[in-house]
């Protein structure tokens, strides 16, 4: 903002910052007004980024006080006018998009979440609060999908973020990032670290307004640390605490996933008694939230814990519960539908003016199916394929097998040899790729992006996908192109990551990606050169397949 402006000459926007930066995330009284406010002004002035930021900024406020029509409202008007504002108001697109993401994930919708997030880390500068936001949400995703190495990717420098940046309205961000850390470190057995953890978290808490003090995550944390170390006096202390907290949470859909992952936890630890209380705490809210998702996990967890402790009736009470909730769902899914296709429509309207008109060619290149360089299908009908392919494997209760392969030491050999030459050798192992492909109809492959590809088998067992696999590796040697700085052959060589199971109801193609990516990730770490298969996300290293000649 340049300060040396009258008040009357900065536009809108420019007078909406420093309203936003002393009163968001706080507990000011006015706040809710001054938006309003600035939003009669920006109608009167015809100013659209403005209102959009508002909207957005009202959808914000709405979802903290979880009045789900309202937000729903705001967030719809401020999404309709997001293509032509972005670049004006980048806080709003954040916003807006960052409150997308976070309601398509209490929604289960988790790939849907992670696009919202990207664009939000998209339209933010590197010094963006929103940029860490989105990045401690991404790694809820990463979390709820139990990848706590991915997790704590993206959790790292937002807590380095909000540590430097410690104005009131980042602290309860920060508590939010500290508490996720300390759950991954739970489940890595890290005690230590989760020591470290919660000293941050308990200075910051004793040195923050009394609004913050209501966050339940520190005392999440301090259970974690117990169910760990085996405190059971501390955790006898910290339990009324958290209850009493959970109790006065304003929004319950901000707690709902945190408890839930907490509760089943203390079932191992056989703390029925415990986990009752947290049961009877939330149950009513998390029920009535509106948010199905989130219920149908907390069902899962109850009807866990009535199994445990042996209580048919109340098992099979809530196992009707479960399916009345998917019913419900299934309804909320449609309402959702039918309340946004005007807004839906309005995008595609907007967005098919632009690539007819204005970016035609971009158009063509975004439109088009097939990969320039490789000649495979690209990216985008890698994504339709996979999601008929995984319907089909639902429906028929088929396996469904992911893979995900990459060229090692790819750096060094365009480093080396130059881009020309990856770029040949990019060509030469997509020909081999196509060749499988052509060989068998069940294999579908596609190029990632850079030197990954991805190959799909609809219906093909763990031996006939092994044999696949080996062929493909053997045929890449084969080729007898030379890899300069390569530990594993003087030859060109690939590194393979494969998920195969028959999917189950909260499946995606995106679980399947994820699976088949950490294992290409844990074979990079190993043994490069080798093909890993993994039949779920939580398949213990112990456990896995590596496919040797």
Not at 176 to 190: D, S
Request: glycine letters at 4%; proline letters at 2%.
């Amino acid at each position: 903002m340049c300060e040396n402006r009258t008040e009357n000459e900065k536009t809108l926007i420019e007078r909406m910052e420093y309203m936003i930066a002393n009163e968001r995330h706080t507990e000011c009284p006015d706040y809710f007004a001054h938006i309003n406010e600035f939003l009669t002004a920006a109608k009167q002035a015809g100013d659209l980024p403005a209102i959009t930021l508002c909207y957005s900024l009202l959808a914000e406020y709405y979802y903290d006080y979880y009045d789900e029509k309202l937000f729903r409202h705001y967030l719809i008007e401020a999404s309709k006018n997001m293509e032509d504002v972005r670049d004006k108001a980048p806080l709003a697109a954040a916003i807006t998009y960052n409150m997308m993401g976070i309601d398509e994930l209490n929604n289960g919708n988790l790939e849907l979440a992670l696009e919202y997030y990207m664009n939000v880390i998209d339209v933010s500068g590197e010094n963006d609060r929103s940029r860490y936001i989105a990045m401690n949400n991404i790694a809820l995703i990463y979390r709820t999908v139990d990848n706590h190495e991915r997790c704590l990717e993206n959790l790292k420098p937002a807590r380095a973020y909000f540590a430097e940046n410690n104005a009131i309205g980042n602290r309860i961000a920060r508590l939010n990032c500290l508490f996720q850390y300390a759950e991954c470190e739970y489940k890595r057995g890290n005690a230590g670290i989760i020591r470290e953890i919660l000293d941050e978290m308990k200075e910051l808490d004793q040195n923050s307004p009394a609004f913050i003090q209501e966050s339940h995550n520190l005392e999440c944390a301090a259970m974690y640390y117990c169910l760990l170390t085996g405190d059971k006096p501390a955790m006898a202390a910290i339990m009324p605490k958290l209850l009493e907290k959970i109790r006065i949470i304003k929004n319950i859909l901000d707690v709902a996933q945190d408890v839930t992952i907490l509760g089943h936890e203390m079932l191992r630890h056989d703390l029925t008694e415990w986990v009752r209380e947290i049961i009877e705490t939330v149950e009513e809210r998390i029920l009535s939230s509106g948010a199905p998702a989130s219920a149908l996990e907390f069902l899962e967890f109850c009807i866990c814990y009535y199994e445990q402790i042996g209580d048919v009736e109340a098992t099979d009470r809530t196992i009707l519960k479960y399916y009345d909730t998917v019913l419900d769902k299934n309804e909320v899914d449609k309402i959702k539908m039918r309340r946004n296709t005007d807004f839906y429509e309005s995008l595609v309207q907007i967005k098919l003016h632009r690539n007819r008109i204005m970016r035609e060619n971009l158009r063509l290149q975004t439109e088009s199916t097939t990969d320039e360089l490789t000649q495979l299908p690209n990216r985008r009908m890698l994504n339709m394929v996979a999601e008929k392919a995984f319907e089909n494997a639902y429906n028929n209760q088929t396996l469904f097998g992911f893979e995900i392969l990459d060229i090692d030491f790819f750096k060094q050999i365009n480093d080396s040899y130059g881009h020309q030459y990856g770029d040949e050798c990019l060509a030469d192992i997509a020909s081999a790729i196509r060749q499988l492909a052509a060989e068998d109809e069940r294999i579908f492959a596609a190029r990632y992006g850079g030197d990954e590809f991805c190959i799909l088998y609809n219906n093909m067992t763990d031996e006939e996908i092994k044999a696949t696999a080996l062929k493909l590796r053997q045929d890449i040697l084969d080729l007898k192109k030379p890899s300069p700085g390569s530990d594993v052959s003087e030859y060109l060589t690939i590194s393979q990551g494969i998920r195969n199971s028959i999917p189950r109801m909260r499946n995606r193609p995106w679980d399947y990606m994820f699976t088949a990516d950490d294992a290409l990730y844990r074979v990079k770490n190993k043994k490069k050169g080798e093909i890993l298969l993994l039949h779920s996300y939580k398949q213990d290293s112990e456990e896995l397949s590596t496919f040797d000649d």
